[in-house]
């Protein structure tokens, strides 16, 4: 099959590889018809997420039809379509029955549970298509790929719904909800979300469903902030105006409410401590660049509550913990427990309530990935979201 591979940093290609096979009883094997290539793909595009090997099939946002079925699994059928979540979980261990399915206990095998809980203390649940240290599995930007656990990793979608209404149930749609349930807004409140990327935009639109009356939407891109404002956003460019002096005015000088963080570790821009974070990146003295947070927790009014759905991957410094304390914040972060969100968002889309294909900019062939990630990355203001059809 032709499967999109990771080779190094800034190195994607379409190789042709074996298909992949039912290993386990509770599999099964998807051919894929839509996959989407997602703002974490870029932390690995860019290299900055240790434990990936050359030759590693990337994509974790991908829907498609089941083909084959292990023995155990009783609640699918061939011919089946399906979106499968990108955290993989076993439905059964402390976590999934909570329905923290990203922390599942069981789906990142032992030695890559090794490496992670050396780098964390203890392992995440494995993503699919997401280095050795979570789970080492094959990715969807494939012809087909193996899903485990396929009873509770494979959500049946209705006929009537074309992929790209349901394809971001994989993904980004729950993180963007989940975004902001843990911003924990209440009826009234100011909304400030960094990042008007693929997450940022379901922020954007999740948040005004659970009752913001603003949002502010910061960014530097103007084709994403204007499809922020098609939400209803306020914009703020932070390449032309200074974001913390205009949050504080905007709000009376309280500050927004609620603060997300839908940027996560390449803060983009020049300021004086992202540019130190960035000379430390290039010397591998440093793994993440944490400028947005830092605006975050000082932006945020006292009492107010900062939810971090961007991706952080190691260690952050200067973060400014006494405003942290002495404003009582709460931070509330994660990867989604994509399974909890499926069914209650994809009856939302049914009802037209949330429309996930609005911010799906290109539709390419599988063959065209290594161009869409180069664009993907350095054309966002055009790109807004990539999917890739089979
Ligand atoms: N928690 C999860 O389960 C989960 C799931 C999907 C994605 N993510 C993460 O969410 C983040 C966003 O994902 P995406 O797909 O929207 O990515 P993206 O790269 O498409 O968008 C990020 C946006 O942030 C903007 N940005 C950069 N620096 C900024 C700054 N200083 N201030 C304001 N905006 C800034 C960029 O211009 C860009 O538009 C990534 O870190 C991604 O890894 C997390
Ligand atoms: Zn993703
Ligand atoms: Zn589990």
Request: charged letters at 20%; aromatic letters at 6%.
């Amino acid at each position: 099959m032709r499967a999109v591979r990771w080779h190094g940093k800034k190195d994607v290609r379409v190789d042709t590889v074996p298909d992949p096979e039912i290993v386990n009883p509770r599999d099964a094997i998807v051919r894929v018809t839509s996959t989407a290539i997602c703002g974490s793909d870029l932390h690995l595009y860019n290299g900055m997420i240790p434990t990936m090997q050359a030759g590693d099939i990337l994509g974790h946002e991908f829907m498609g039809e089941i083909v084959a079925l292990g023995s155990s699994v009783g609640n699918l059928q061939i011919g089946d379509r399906v979106v499968v979540p990108f955290t993989i979980a076993c439905g059964q261990c402390f976590f999934c029955e909570k329905t923290l399915t990203s922390l599942c206990d069981n789906s990142n095998p032992a030695d890559n549970q090794d490496i992670a809980e050396a780098l964390m203390g203890h392992s995440p649940s494995a993503l699919f298509g997401y280095s050795h240290m979570l789970g080492g599995y094959a990715g969807g930007q494939a012809e087909f790929v193996r899903v485990p656990f396929a009873d509770t990793g494979c959500f049946k979608v209705p006929a009537h719904l074309s992929d790209d209404q349901v394809l971001f149930l994989s993904d980004i749609l729950p993180t963007g909800w989940m975004a902001a349930e843990n911003a924990d807004i209440e009826r009234g409140d100011t909304v400030a979300v960094w990042g008007a990327g693929p997450v940022g935009q379901f922020a954007i639109r999740s948040a005004f469903l659970m009752g913001a009356e603003r949002i502010i939407a910061i960014d530097h891109r103007p084709g994403r902030l204007a499809l922020a404002a098609e939400a209803g956003a306020e914009t703020i460019d932070f390449e032309t105006v200074d974001v913390m002096a205009a949050l504080a005015e905007t709000t009376g000088g309280r500050g927004p409410d609620r603060c997300i963080d839908a940027v996560g570790m390449e803060a983009h821009g020049l300021a004086i401590d992202n540019i130190a974070d960035r000379t430390k990146q290039a010397v591998g003295l440093a793994t993440d660049r944490p400028h947005v947070l830092r605006q975050a927790i000082v932006a945020c009014r006292k009492g107010g509550t900062i939810s971090m759905p961007g991706v952080y991957g190691g260690l952050v410094d200067k973060l400014p913990m006494g405003a942290f304390v002495n404003k009582g914040l709460t931070l509330k972060t994660g990867q989604t427990h994509v399974h909890r969100y499926m069914q209650p968002l994809l009856a939302r889309i049914e009802s037209g309530e949330i429309k996930p294909d609005v911010i799906i900019s290109h539709r390419l062939p599988l063959e065209d990935a290594p161009g869409a990630y180069d664009d993907f990355l350095n054309r966002q203001d055009e790109f807004t979201k990539v999917v890739l059809q089979l």
